[in-house]
């Protein structure tokens, strides 16, 4: 597929059939929908008392809890455990906030676990868009966004982030577990649509950071590297490059990767054509941090392994999540687009769900 693919709507829509780009430009019209949605919503006052934070779910499901995680890592009184699988901790009991989240109220893995934090009365809460997780809700009254998902036309709960990131956040704020107010939320929603005018297909390859570094990872395994707040996000990165793209990728976080990777980046010798690192970079990290991304860049030029990075902007760190899920999901798309796959149909996933039912 020729590179001038990214400067061409007309091809990009023909390629992207079921409209991927129509909820990458709806993220901002996800969170103001589920924060309309939340104006209804009533928690008890015994939720404040949770002593900790239990978020089920799979996949796109949960990438919300670990942006929650990494940007209010400072904030939260109370620790944040994602549990992608079919059971609850040992500890979960009635002191206990258990978050069920899953886009189609259907994945068998956290309504399993939730089963068995019902039984130890751990508080609930759920956040889908329908399927087994809204009748129950509706049946036990248990406090829960059940959102519609006009917003996100092309179906993907990885593409639905809007409404999991945000409508996460606001269960733990009703909770009074975080504190998020209107003016953030607002805040978060005008960067959102900032950096879509900087990532988005109407801004050329030229001009567009996006674009260019989708051009770079052609041929290549995807590494994102973060820190602190933007761990999260980069976690989201890797996710949304394994399913857009079909394209093998994952994420490490600093410090913890100076402990072990730098030794295992000598070996094999294809590492040098094979691997780009992508450094997601803040001058909000710590200064011991910021160091630490100087020095990893060193030993990735000394094992000639190519690095690309890109520093985020915005003024806060919870704007800069923001900034980095736009400029993420974006370098995802056209990394599909660029090799001529539609962004949408993940066979590989839909094949072994089909398996596991027989």
Request: proline letters at 4%; glycine letters at 6%; charged letters at 20%.
């Amino acid at each position: 597929m020729s590179k001038t693919i990214l400067d061409n709507l007309a091809e990009i829509k023909k390629l992207d059939s079921q409209n991927m780009l129509g909820s990458l430009q709806s993220l901002g019209k996800q969170i103001e929908q589920i924060n309309k949605l939340a104006a209804w919503l009533k928690v008890p006052a015994s939720y404040k008392k949770s002593q900790n934070i239990i978020v089920l779910g799979m996949g796109g499901s949960t990438l919300g809890a670990d942006v929650i995680r990494s940007v209010f890592f400072n904030e939260l009184k109370v620790p944040v455990i994602i549990i992608n699988g079919y059971h609850v901790p040992n500890f979960v009991n009635q002191n206990s906030l258990v978050i069920v989240s899953s886009y189609s109220g259907t994945t068998e893995e956290p309504i399993a676990a939730m089963g068995e934090a019902e039984k130890r009365k751990a508080k609930l809460m759920i956040i889908s868009s329908g399927g087994m997780l809204k009748k129950l809700a509706k049946s036990k009254k248990i406090p829960a966004l059940i959102f519609t998902t006009e917003n996100n036309p092309c179906g993907s709960p990885r593409m639905g982030l809007g409404y999991s990131i945000i409508g996460q956040i606001i269960l733990l704020s009703k909770a009074g577990l975080v504190k998020v107010s209107r003016a953030k939320l607002d805040a978060y929603i005008a960067t959102i649509h900032k950096f879509q005018t900087q990532f988005g297909p109407a801004n050329p390859t030229l001009s567009n950071p996006a674009k260019q570094l989708a051009r770079e990872t052609k041929a290549k395994s995807v590494w994102y590297v973060a820190a602190e707040h933007l761990s999260g996000n980069a976690h989201i990165a890797a996710n949304q490059m394994n399913e857009n793209a079909k394209r093998f990728a994952g994420f490490f976080v600093v410090p913890e990767l100076n402990h072990h990777l730098m030794e295992g980046m000598t070996k094999p010798e294809s590492n040098k054509k094979d691997l780009l690192f992508i450094l997601v970079e803040s001058s909000f990290y710590d200064k011991k941090i910021q160091q630490r991304f100087e020095i990893t860049k060193n030993i990735l030029n000394k094992n000639g392994i190519h690095y690309l990075t890109y520093v985020c902007k915005e003024k806060n760190k919870f704007l800069q999540t923001a900034e980095a899920l736009v400029w993420s999901s974006y370098v995802s798309y056209y990394s599909a687009l660029l090799e001529g796959i539609d962004p949408t149909a993940i066979p590989v996933v839909d094949f072994f769900k089909e398996q596991l039912k027989k």
